[in-house]
């Protein structure tokens, strides 16, 4: 997993406490220092989700240009989503410091009633964004498991290929070694030709001169035999 990949899942995990820290937040039934233990929680988190949405800029800027802009847009929604939860989380705190007395905000001919319904549709908004940052969370933590998965099989299937060409390379090698050794011994096949091809014709050329050389003494010898015989007769 790239770190860009970690950082967004980080960010995802980090945005869904943020939601559900605001949503108990907004239900008003907590003690003061359970909601102070909210909001201390919330006010750690807020600056962490930035900063991990900073330092997911940084990464993007080394991607190509193609993965670049999807993870922009990718970037400027996660931004809008941080800013909304930051305005929500405004509000509420807002809410909550108000000054508020049960018997001049409620009467007795039913207005509870209605402030009561106001409160349960609030908490079934809630409840329902709880439910859809759940689904988009699930589906980002499929999506970056498919990613994964996709990335190991690419990983697998480009050490095989290299194991691959790692085997074409010694094959290659042991045949450039064994074409060497051919050469040389086609050199010394060659040479070992030329060497007998030269005492061949060394050795003809002696024999030619050993033949004119008897030649030349049986002429000699001729000559000298019936020289003599000629001369006497005369």
């Known amino acids: 997993m790239s770190l860009l990949e970690q950082y967004e899942q980080q960010y995802a995990t980090l945005i869904a406490e943020i939601t559900a820290h605001?949503?108990?937040?907004?239900?008003?039934?907590?003690?003061?220092?359970?909601?102070?233990e909210l909001c201390r929680k919330i006010d750690g988190s807020l600056p962490e989700a930035q900063e991990l949405l900073e330092?997911?800029?940084?990464?993007?800027?080394?991607?190509?240009?193609?993965?670049?802009?999807?993870?922009?847009?990718?970037?400027?929604?996660?931004?809008?989503?941080l800013k909304r939860l930051q305005a929500e989380y405004k509000q509420t705190k807002e809410k909550q410091q108000r000054p508020t007395n049960a018997f001049t905000t409620l009467d007795l001919?039913?207005?509870?009633?209605?402030?009561?319904?106001?409160?349960?549709?609030?908490?079934?908004d809630q409840r329902q964004r709880l439910l859809d940052n759940s689904e988009r969370i699930e589906r980002t933590g499929n999506r970056l498991t498919e990613s994964y998965r996709v990335a190991l099989e690419t990983e697998s299937l480009g050490a095989q290929v290299l194991n691959d060409l790692h085997h074409q390379r010694e094959t290659l090698q042991g045949a450039r070694a064994r074409l060497r050794e051919t050469n040389a011994d086609l050199s010394r096949a060659g040479r070992t030709l030329n060497n007998m091809m030269l005492r061949a014709l060394r050795e003809k050329v002696v024999l030619y001169g050993v033949g004119v050389?008897?030649?030349?003494a049986v002429g000699v010898s001729l000559y000298l035999t019936f020289a003599p015989s000629s001369s006497a007769t005369s």
């Open 22 to 36: 605001i949503g108990r937040l907004q239900h008003q039934q907590q003690s003061s220092n359970e909601r102070h």
């Open 55 to 81: 330092q997911m800029g940084l990464e993007v800027r080394e991607l190509n240009p193609a993965q670049r802009n999807n993870f922009n847009s990718k970037l400027q929604v996660a931004q809008a989503e």
């Open 109 to 124: 001919t039913g207005s509870g009633g209605d402030f009561y319904d106001d409160d349960v549709s609030i908490s079934n």
């Open 213 to 216: 050389c008897f030649v030349l």
